[in-house]
């Protein structure tokens, strides 16, 4: 009996590399088909069907944060802002030196900030009573020296 080594473990991992290569391939090419679908949705102005290919997009490969961004820009589009809030958040989060992250969490925060202004600014309130009653000359005072 010799203890030389078998070549079934060598013919396994090569199996296993050659399984995983195909895996990948396969990944990459459903991965590109549904932000190509993503793109034309956002083409005919479908932000709903846009949203559900990128999410698919995202399930496949998390860690791309671009698809995030496009996610985030369909929820806007969609006044999901809440849904955009938190799924920048968690781009910043897994992300943190990335610019784009820190932007696209901005921009979905000033967004809920133009929602609750034109809330507030669609009420029948009238202007008089929200114009501040002293001119703003008058408010801000200059520092002295």
Known sequence: MTNSPSPRPNQLLSEALQAEALQDAIISRALNAFIDNAGRANAQGNQGERAVWLQAAMMLQADRPETGFDLIDSMLKQNRITDGIQLAAQLVDRHPQ?????????YALSSSRAVTRK????????????????PCATIWRSPTN
């Open 98 to 106: 990335h610019a784009l992250a820190l932007w696209n969490l901005g």
């Open 119 to 134: 809330q507030s600014l669609s009420t029948n309130v009238p202007m008089q009573s929200i114009r501040p009653s002293r």
